[in-house]
């Protein structure tokens, strides 16, 4: 038998409680109780716990609950698909995929100037691609529309809606300055609202003070930058960055990298609109002052050194709770690069009656330069990963140490598809029948030469990818074959059904295709950089799109080359309207919604460290909460209490364990089920999920069992060692299906459930009266006294701990 737990179980009384966690996708509070009768124990409509109304109020009679524990029902589905206006929350996907890269740093031991330098090369990843969607913008507003097709009579003659900026109506706003400064509305509003879509939620989420307790002193010290030495009576133990007060409070770096990604959107517009005009001024004889543009262009370049000093600031501060807001910074630089804007407005708008408007603006250099310094950022990032893993290798983290840059890239890649998807449509649009850049028959001269070229990579790259994912299937076929012998041997069937057998192995082979991911993404990564490198030399080599730099290459080049570009030209295009459409079904069908809410599930449970413009991070919410919660309960009852956490949930529980004070982790057992916390995030977010890390959880809270079948494609072992004196954390798989045939228990086929329904399978009610027992005996119910352990958060929540609150509402 297994030896005693490591830690000492405290003295529990009265009832237990289960508090129960969903996970991706959400659910109802009635489902996951099981009940339609249901009442709010405390939280509001966003986020919420809530009891069976039979079972309000259970620790005034404990006698009445005797069969196993009070269950309460965390229900967070809205923090990710509440109201439809968070569909549009796909639009900030390369945002929220390069925040991910943040938290994807491999493990770091003594290395924490390296870990800064990680920090801060993501961080101007992350602004670069704010940078690249407002040139976007300017690109369609200033130079497709207001430079080539307004100064264009065949193209604006097409377009009433452009009469007034046209320059054959020869009206006030013809001239090619005054256009640009009416287009720069766009941008700068598309600026303006990720400003307030990020204020918005930052005062929903980050600014959400979690409630305190005594913590005990910690060395901040640099040679353990993933972890804390916490000095208390006793010998010193460690404390990982999960269990720091001030992990889930970004309130002050996210109001900080807002305030330099807002100044850094209006400063791109402003250099589009001004430094045209200064160019201008500049080669010919202007009736303005060359000397104007240079001052404006010098104001510019130190604005712009500023927001860069912004973002290299050290980053976040974990090891309290950060309340300050640095106002001079959040208040004056998106004021100065907003007034920068309006005085390249005033500056472009200044009368120059013989300037004419031709070609097209330098967009070519900026979105080449943008690409290169992507390309660059993400060769040092990868090099600095490849260090800290080789410090400390972790044997199972992806890519070996390189997920994140993997992963920057990634993101690098959907802001180019995006932004240079847009530009080619509207071009599209704008030139009628015309293929912009093809010459004849173009009303207009295009979009930047480079757009052409990255979208023509696109299915080389495709083609590459057909090769690794044929070997899969294959793999996965053949996985399933040899998988049957061993299913029927598990299962002892004296009469085997073929059907049956393949549908068990087949489900089992494609449940691990999810540890392949890290390869493919590897692949497509590399593939992604290298292309796009080829990309940037082919336009600069070339200056012409891809279908008239391969004139005269011989007739099958040259076809495969115009292929190429309209190909993926067409990609790229179906890919924006597929972001709008989905986006639009998302805000008008609540299932929709959902399933988008699941992507956010995953991408936004880490805090919004690289760029202030993500999807805000529910986990600031969520995980306050529940720990709160338990605090709250555990120091008010005594009583024992199992966290219960599925899929994405668990990851919730554990974090939420983390931030337990030692008093109310003593009373605290973990029970996780189609859990993702080693398997996804062990292996792609090391230094928080790692080893190390869920050792030290299972070494501080009192048990910990974790449920998990072959068949599941998200779930699996945590792998962690049963230590000295402790307890396995990881059960042997569960069956699935429970049977293999018909039988007197089982009379109907059971189902495959894979990654749902674990609650089940008998083997959960076991494991949970297990960890129950484990916890310690019950002992007779006393009314609790006075003193709570909690500090702050046993203050106020006597209702919330009775169940008997005045904000408690039954449904039925």
Known sequence: MSPAPQAEAAPSRGVALELLVHGVGGTTPQEMLGDPRITRITGDATAAVYRRTEDVGAEQHPGRHQGGPVAEAYCWSNLTSGNGSRALWLLLLPFMVVNLAHWMRPTAQGRARTVRLYGVLVRLLALSLTVLLTAAACEVALDLVAWQCAGTPECSAQRSWLGFLSTHQDGWFAQPGRRLAVAALVPAALVGLLWYLSDRTWSAYESQRPLTWDEPDSTETDEEPDADVVTESGPPRIRPALGRPGFWYGRRLVARLRAAHTAAGFLTVAAAVGSTAARYDRDAGSPVPSAAGTLFETALALCALVVLAVVCHRGRSERRLDNRVDRAVTTFLPGAALGLLLSSVVYAGWSRPDWVSSGTLPGETVFRALTLGQGLLVVVLAGVALNL?????????????????????????????????????????????????????????????????????????????????????????????????????????????????????????????????????????????????????????????????????????????????????????????????????????????????????????????????????????????????????????????????????????????????????????????????????????????????????????????????????????????????????????????????????HPLPEPVLGHSDYQADPVFAVERAALLERLGPVLPHQQPGTGAECGDAADGTTQAGTGQGSAGRSSG
């Open 389 to 745: 893993h080789r410090r400390a290798p972790e044997p199972r983290t992806t890519l070996h140490g390189l997920g994140g840059p993997a992963v920057a890239m990634l993101a690098c890649a959907l802001g180019g598809v995006m932004t240079g998807g847009i530009a080619q449509r509207v071009a599209d649009w704008l030139d009628g029948p015309g293929t912009p850049g093809m010459g004849a028959g173009a009303d207009i001269p295009g979009p930047p030469v480079l757009l052409s070229w990255q979208a023509s990579v696109i299915p080389v790259l495709l083609l590459l990818l057909l090769l690794p994912v044929i070997w899969l299937a294959v793999r996965t076929m053949r996985r399933a074959r040899t998988l049957g012998p061993a299913i029927e041997a598990e299962y002892e069937e004296k009469h085997p059904e073929p059907g049956r057998t393949r549908r068990i192995a087949r489900t089992r082979a494609t449940a691990a295709l999810t540890d392949s991911a890290p390869g493919i993404l590897g692949l497509l990564s590399a593939a992604t950089l290298l292309l796009g490198t080829g990309a940037v030399a082919g336009s600069w080599l070339a200056g012409e799109v891809p279908g008239l730099a391969m004139d005269g290459t011989g007739p099958f080049v040259e076809s495969l080359a115009e292929t190429a570009q309209s190909t993926g030209s067409w990609l790229t295009g179906f890919g924006v309207i597929l972001f709008v459409t989905w986006g639009r079904r998302a805000y008008r069908d609540v299932s929709a919604r959902r399933t988008i809410g699941i992507l956010w599930d995953v991408g936004t449970f880490w805090p919004r460290a690289a760029h202030p413009f993500a999807p805000p991070c529910y986990a600031e919410r969520a995980v306050p909460d529940l720990s709160s919660r338990m605090c709250a309960w555990t120091g008010r009852t005594r009583g024992r209490l199992v966290i219960s956490g599925h899929s994405q949930g668990s990851v919730l529980a554990a974090a939420a364990v983390w931030q337990l004070p030692d008093s109310a982790r003593r009373r605290v057992a973990l029970l996780t089920y189609g859990s993702p916390i080693e398997r996804l995030y062990g292996r792609w977010f090391p230094a928080y999920f790692g080893r190390v890390p869920l050792e030290g959880l299972q070494r501080s809270v009192h048990c910990w069992r974790n449920l998990w079948r072959a068949t599941d494609p998200i779930g699996g072992p945590v792998r962690i060692d049963e230590g000295p004196g402790g307890h396995e954390v990881d059960r042997s798989p569960l069956k699935d299906p429970l049977v293999y045939g018909r039988t007197a228990e």
